[in-house]
């Protein structure tokens, strides 16, 4: 009916009639008076308070939501990685590292990042124009390292909250001068609670003396960081990040990391990986790099991440080169989304275009779902109050 007495909607529900004046007030509708007789002649009123009690507007009169069920239902139908059937072992191939690079303000991380992506853009025969694309791939002969360029805290707490995981090594930057400090600390315990193994760079070499540099080796031993020299298993290596000192050392110590750690990945079947960062481009639209970490990624597939979804139109490098395909542990740009994705959302091939539209339709329902359920609660909370 499109008009009822407050008193009729309430009993309806089989509710008090307070509780149609809780919902009015929560969807801000101003009453004139707050009488059980009061007249709501408005359908779309009494269809919304109907939702807010819990309950499903129908034509024999309101019918009361299961949420749980509601949301198992759209769970089932929805996808994730951890759904999909496992690799078989014989698929798994080696694939490059993936490092973040963490430490306290000031110690270099910037310019660590410059440097290795500055020394990479000129061996590059195009010699593209760098773009922040979140991370960046480091090649030399057949290897390769993708250096993740968020900031270094960003991409781990994004790791943490999601339980992904993005990165397979840290390394630790420390400023020789001034040695262990706050965020160092917190980049150690960080880098402990994923597992990730640390390789530390000792960094501004060119500024200090041996002995500030064996200061900071000492100082390691206190959080159990004991470096190969001295009977343990972290490599350390004094850098130059401003004079590019020993940054192939650096890179090497990170392959040999990676050797130890047999880095494996299925480069067949349907892609899956983390979004890194989205942008939104004058020219090029909507943009989202994306850490592949299971397939081959090629133009026309079809990408779902949280509640959009892309047909891949273009796939770019951090120098705006245009790739055909994308492999495992590459960070690349993509170009095609409907809307922007989150950092730190899952990234999930799909087969086809009305799978990904039916995978953000049920999101959204699902979304719609939580926040029906959270308006029921605080109605709920408001009652008790009052009672
Ligand atoms: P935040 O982003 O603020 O946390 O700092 P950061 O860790 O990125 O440090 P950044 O790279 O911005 O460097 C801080 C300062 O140290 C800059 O003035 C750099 O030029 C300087 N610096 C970095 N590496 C070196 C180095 O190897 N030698 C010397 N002498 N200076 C360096
Ligand atoms: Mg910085």
Wanted: net charge neutral; charged share 30%.
């Amino acid at each position: 009916r499109s008009q009822m007495t407050v008193k009729e909607l309430a009993d309806a529900m089989d509710r008090p009639t307070q509780h149609v004046f809780d919902c009015l007030e929560q969807i801000n509708f101003a009453i004139r008076s707050k009488r059980d007789s009061y007249i709501i002649n408005k359908l779309d009123v009494i269809t919304k308070i109907v939702q807010l009690s819990g309950f499903r507007y129908q034509m024999g009169g309101p019918q009361e939501i299961d949420f749980e069920k509601l949301e198992l239902e759209l769970d089932a139908k929805d996808d994730s990685r951890s759904k999909r059937p496992k690799p078989q072992a014989t698929h798994l191939i080696r694939r490059p590292p993936v490092v973040t690079i963490m430490g306290h303000v000031d110690h270099g991380k910037t310019t660590l990042l410059d440097s290795l992506r500055g020394s990479h853009i000129v061996e590059t025969e195009f010699g593209g124009i760098t773009q922040h694309i979140g991370a960046f791939n480091v090649k030399d002969k057949n290897r390769m390292i993708t250096f993740l360029d968020t900031p270094g805290h960003a991409a781990f707490s994004m790791m943490r909250s999601r339980g992904a995981k993005c990165t397979d090594i840290v390394v630790l930057v420390i400023a020789a001068e001034d040695g262990v400090m706050a965020q160092t600390v917190e980049s150690i315990n960080h880098a402990k609670s994923t597992g990730c193994p640390i390789i530390v760079a000792i960094n501004k070499i060119d500024k200090v003396n041996e002995a500030q540099i064996n200061r900071v080796k000492q100082e390691l031993l206190k959080y159990e960081l004991i470096p190969e020299e001295m009977g343990g298993e972290v490599q350390i290596v004094p850098i130059s990040a401003l004079k590019k000192t020993n940054l192939d050392v650096l890179k090497e110590e990170i392959w040999t990391q990676a050797e130890i750690m047999e880095l494996k990945g299925d480069p067949k079947g349907l892609v899956e990986g983390y979004i890194i960062e989205s942008t939104q481009d004058l020219h090029k639209g909507k943009l989202a790099t994306v850490l592949i970490q299971r397939g081959t990624l090629m133009k026309g597939d079809y990408l779902v991440a949280g509640k959009t979804w892309c047909k891949v139109k273009y796939i770019y490098d951090e120098n705006s080169q245009n790739l055909q395909k994308a492999s495992l542990s590459q960070a690349v740009q993509i170009m095609g989304w409907k809307d922007l994705p989150h950092s730190g959302d899952e990234v999930l091939q799909v087969d086809t275009e009305h799978r990904a539209k039916e995978i953000c339709d049920l999101r959204h329902k699902k979304e719609m779902l939580v926040k029906q359920k959270q308006d029921l609660e605080i109605i709920k909370k408001k009652r008790a109050e009052h009672d």
